[in-house]
């Protein structure tokens, strides 16, 4: 007979302790004994799906998706185990199943920050569908306003998509909330450059390496960049020049 909930949730509450004592394995055990007593795992989604943490926080990614598949297949339609089948694709190399748990997860659960930031990364990883990847880091910004990462990889992906007024909007807004991100300035002049802008981008350029100074070997990549750049030949001069525009 499967196990009613008042049961599971017994056997999750020991495990909770077991975890929250610092002793993972003894965890484990009480798991695999409550999913013996019930080979076939009727009823016992919530426990695979426990087992499936224990795993990814063992490194067993294999034995993980065995878990957490079980779980889904009797709780296809239940966010936290989606956004849990989403991480564990990601950990073996299935971009396109976690792409499809997390899609899931947030139509389900549109507002869950944490799942839309998991798209997006493996979004961003996967490459290809540009356009989806941009709208999963907008999808963060708006849930999460203050995520830096977020809006530099939204920058990133619209500057792909050669959207250069979206990038440097999005570029100005992280500097906004991050006046020293000094690789944003540096991105920040790219995108300005290449909008042909280039006198806001040596100011641009100026303060990223007034903030790092090891920024300058790839600034001076930049400017050489044609056919919107600037050549120095003595670097020395490019250095003194950027020293000028970040005053």
Request: hydrophobic share 50%.
């Amino acid at each position: 007979m499967p196990p009613n909930d008042a049961e599971v949730e017994a056997v999750l509450r020991q495990v909770i302790a077991e975890v929250n004592a610092g002793r993972p394995q003894a965890a484990r055990a009480l798991c695999e004994r409550a999913l013996s007593g019930q080979p076939g795992g009727a009823g016992l989604a919530a426990i695979h799906q426990m087992m499936a943490v224990l795993c990814m926080q063992a490194g067993d990614a294999a034995q993980a998706r065995h878990h957490i598949t079980i779980s889904v297949a009797e709780r296809a339609d239940h966010p936290p185990s989606l956004k849990i089948a989403g991480d564990v694709a990601r950990a073996v190399g299935d971009l396109a199943g976690a792409r499809a748990h997390y899609e899931r997860a947030l139509d389900l659960q549109p507002g869950r920050a944490d799942v839309a930031l998991a798209l997006a990364q493996t979004l961003q990883a996967g490459g290809g569908d540009a356009a989806a990847c941009e709208r999963a880091w907008l999808r963060v910004v708006t849930l999460l306003p203050t995520h830096e990462e977020g809006w530099f990889q939204l920058a990133n992906v619209r500057q792909d998509r050669r959207d250069l007024p979206g990038a440097i909007d999005a570029l100005r807004h992280l500097l906004s909330m991050a006046p020293t991100h000094a690789m944003a300035e540096v991105n920040l002049g790219i995108v300005l450059q290449e909008s042909g802008q280039i006198d806001a981008a040596m100011r641009a350029y100026g303060r990223a390496y007034r903030l790092r100074a090891d920024s300058f070997g790839r600034i001076a990549h930049a400017l050489s960049t044609p056919p919107v750049g600037r050549l120095w030949l003595d670097l020395d001069a490019l250095r003194a020049e950027l020293q000028a525009a970040a005053a």
